[in-house]
T-cell receptor, first 114, second 115 residues
């Protein structure tokens, strides 16, 4: 089955540590996204990538970094500069960046601070 | 700037009764509107979208939504709710006139369907 795989499902970060969340898709989609979900706040865009080797900051990029070396993969690193990283992180993709295109989501990673 | 409002944090309904989840939006240009559903500890699943044409849009699992341009609303409806419809529902909008129209999500509405 085609889809988006996020790993790990649960992740714990120690203070001062960088952690990386994995996102892989086999849908052959050009565009990929990272969202952060906090209770009662909906989804906020962290980073997005429209094509390989290109990515753009979203609304809350500070303390995060990404790479897009392959079409299938869009890993997110939560750096030590992100002081409040506890949240549910969702990776998504779309066929293109046309406004008509819907998003496909992974199952998410819950990040918590030890 | 675009925005989405879901005025109800939670909607409670008895199984078999009609379900309505409200959504209003604000965009500069024409809106593309979406509804997604999220089950606990899972990603969002697409339910339906309005791009153009008929104001009444039918989607997955018996859900439908009506686009009302004058009221800038896109309420989600289901004629007869099931216990399995209990989940978190998100409305989202994109601006058709943006060169890259990012999704703006509402805060979500928790639906609780009781037997």
């Amino acid at each position: 089955d085609g889809g988006i795989t996020q790993s790990p499902k649960y992740l714990f970060r120690k203070e001062g540590q960088n952690v990386t969340l994995s996102c892989e898709q086999n849908l052959n989609h050009d565009a990929m996204y990272w969202y952060r979900q906090d209770p009662g706040q909906g989804l906020r865009l962290i980073y997005y990538s429209q094509i390989v080797n290109d990515f753009q900051k979203g609304d809350i990029a500070e303390g995060y970094s990404v790479s897009r070396e392959k079409k299938e993969s869009f890993p997110l690193t939560v750096t030590s500069a992100q002081k409040n990283p506890t949240a549910f992180y969702l990776c998504a993709s779309s066929i293109g960046t046309s406004e008509r295109e819907k998003l496909f989501f992974g199952s998410g990673t819950q990040l918590s601070v030890l | 700037a675009q925005s989405v409002a879901q005025p109800e944090d939670q909607v409670n309904v008895a199984e078999g009764n009609p379900l309505t989840v409200k959504c209003t939006y604000s965009v500069s240009g024409n809106p593309y509107l979406f509804w997604y559903v999220q089950y606990p500890n899972r990603g969002l699943q697409f339910l339906l979208k309005y791009i153009t044409g008929d104001n009444l849009v039918k989607g997955s699992y018996g859900f439908e939504a009506e686009f009302n341009k004058s009221q800038t609303s896109f309420h989600l409806k289901k004629p007869s709710a099931l216990v399995s419809d209990s989940a978190l529902y998100f409305c989202a909008v994109r601006d058709a006139t943006d060169s890259w129209g990012k999704f703006q999500f509402g805060a979500g509405t928790q639906v609780v369907v009781t037997p």
